[in-house]
């Protein structure tokens, strides 16, 4: 049973040695803000991406049923870049979804880091002789 306390404290030791000095709080905040703002914008042009050849196929499928002076080529071609489009745009929503919910988790982790660098913080003032 000592084998595995000390493996949990050799754990637990190696992650809080991992976070950042509570001395460095407010700047280790304003870092993470930036990370999670860099994400944000990363996450919205990765849907305005997956948006836009979505829209396209669509817009490809319904011009192939109405093709007018385009003939039988002209349709298979529109139909086969209407599948070709949604299939890259099916790609790129499923590396969204996988990207937003990376980020989500990111998001959760930094909360519980600036969470246990405060209670560090606050430990450290009551920790000091008053004077």
């Not at 042009?45 to 049923?65: N, P, R």
């Not at 790609?91 to 930094?110: G, W």
């Given at each position: 049973?000592?084998?595995m306390?000390?493996?949990?404290?050799?754990?637990?030791?190696?992650?809080?040695?991992?976070?950042?000095?509570?001395?460095?709080?407010?700047?280790?905040r304003?870092?993470?803000?930036?990370?999670?703002?860099?994400?944000?914008?990363?996450?919205?042009?990765?849907?305005i991406s997956?948006s836009?050849?979505?829209?396209?196929?669509?817009?490809?499928?319904?011009?192939?049923?109405?093709p007018?002076?385009?003939?039988?080529?002209?349709?298979?071609?529109?139909?086969?870049?209407?599948g070709?489009?949604?299939?890259?745009?099916?790609?790129?929503?499923?590396?969204?979804?996988?990207?937003?919910?990376?980020?989500?988790?990111?998001?959760?982790?930094?909360?519980?880091?600036?969470?246990?660098?405060?209670?560090?913080?606050?430990?450290?003032?009551?920790?000091?002789?008053?004077?």
């Amino acid at each position: 049973m000592s084998m595995m306390s000390q493996q949990i404290n050799n754990l637990r030791q190696g992650l809080l040695a991992a976070l950042p000095q509570p001395e460095n709080l407010a700047a280790y905040r304003e870092e993470t803000a930036a990370l999670l703002a860099k994400h944000a914008r990363a996450l919205r042009w990765d849907y305005i991406s997956a948006s836009t050849l979505m829209f396209i196929a669509v817009g490809l499928f319904w011009w192939s049923c109405f093709p007018g002076r385009l003939g039988p080529q002209g349709v298979h071609s529109f139909q086969f870049g209407a599948g070709l489009f949604y299939f890259v745009g099916a790609m790129y929503l499923l590396r969204y979804s996988i990207y937003k919910s990376q980020v989500a988790t990111l998001k959760e982790i930094k909360q519980v880091q600036l969470q246990i660098l405060e209670l560090q913080a606050s430990l450290g003032k009551a920790r000091e002789p008053q004077s």
